[in-house]
């Protein structure tokens, strides 16, 4: 179009408008003022622009320099890259904090994760790792990219609920099992004998037989809970590591982001740091129901922390290699 009307320029944007578009307009003088209040965007020149076109407009360009436009697209992309990667990070740990009450309602097995444990991984150790993710630099992509559809990829779209709670959030949901099933069996009451126990594992008057013939009185099945409860904690924290990782971007992989956000490595051991000093310091631990934890338990849930991390990045290596595919379509939030 050339030489437009300001009415013209008006129904062009209204046009693109209908069309599904968000419509932003650059204008200096006073025929532009109609199309850059209607606009979503309207971008006034700061140095050349009428006083009309600057109080029609959303946003005033002081620099005249239209790469500043640009510039502020990327910015804005980052933004909503950085609140998408925290969104899935803090979303991902619900699971494992939910699926122990359920398995202690449906299954009647004595509780695995105690509710301090929970409101510790919210509030605690899951904190300083969430908002490291703010930090996060541009992927190389980001400009590359089309415009989002305003419609379907929201901050919390379907297919980050997905990614959270029905594949990330599952596998840190059964490392903690494990070492919960694990810590349990190896103290002597193996992981079949555990369903129906609850009603008898929580009577004070009841003593408990293992499945190797010892009597456990209601103060030792406590202490077995607590020991419980510090592991399925543990694996918690130490799954939320290789999440903390795949967090770190959408298309690239781990290793393209390379060591650009310094936060990162403090995020890791801030949330290292806390679940030690919950579990080893003698008079904080028995305020949150934990006790210590042996050392080779820690490793018990390493091996659902790898694979998170194989299964990820085999994923963006797919959306990579196949853009607009399947699986980026259903697994790309």
Excluded at 74 to 95: H, I, P, Q, S, W
Excluded at 131 to 141: F, M, N, T
Excluded at 246 to 264: E, K, W
């Amino acid at each position: 179009f050339a030489r437009t009307s300001p009415t013209q320029k008006l129904r062009i944007v209204e046009g693109c408008q209908r069309a599904g578009f968000v419509v932003a307009v650059t204008g200096d003088g006073v025929n532009d003022a109609p199309a850059l209040r209607k606009a979503n965007i309207g971008i006034a020149m700061g140095i050349t622009g009428t006083d009309v076109s600057k109080q029609a407009a959303s946003i005033i360009l002081l620099d005249d320099n239209f790469a500043t436009i640009v510039a502020a697209v990327e910015e804005g992309r980052l933004l909503f890259d950085n609140l998408k990667k925290t969104a899935a990070y803090m979303l991902t740990a619900n699971v494992p904090e939910v699926t122990p009450f359920v398995f202690y309602v449906i299954l009647n097995i004595p509780l695995p994760l105690g509710v301090l444990g929970t409101l510790l991984i919210s509030i605690g150790t899951d904190i300083v790792p969430a908002i490291s993710l703010a930090y996060e630099r541009a992927e190389c992509d980001i400009m590359a990219r089309k415009p989002r559809d305003q419609k379907r990829d929201k901050l919390t779209s379907q297919t980050l609920v997905y990614q959270s709670y029905g594949q990330i959030g599952m596998i840190e949901s059964a490392a903690g099992f494990l070492s919960y099933f694990v810590v349990m069996g190896e103290n002597g009451f193996l992981p079949y004998t555990l369903i129906g126990l609850r009603e008898r594992w929580e009577d004070p008057t009841a003593i408990v037989t293992d499945s190797y013939g010892q009597d456990w009185g209601y103060a030792q099945r406590l202490n077995l809970q607590y020991l419980g409860f510090t592991a399925f904690f543990v694996a918690i924290v130490v799954s939320q590591w290789t999440d903390l990782m795949i967090c770190r971007t959408r298309r690239n992989s781990f290793f393209q982001a390379g060591l650009s956000n310094p936060y990162f490595f403090v995020a890791l051991l801030s949330e290292t740091c806390l679940a030690v000093i919950l579990a080893y310091c003698p008079r904080v631990n028995g305020i949150v129901l934990m006790t210590g934890l042996r050392f080779e338990w820690w490793f018990v849930p390493l091996s659902f922390a790898l694979l998170i991390f194989v299964y990820d990045h085999f994923r963006k290596l797919v959306i990579r290699r196949w853009p607009g595919g399947w699986v980026e379509r259903e697994t790309l939030y």
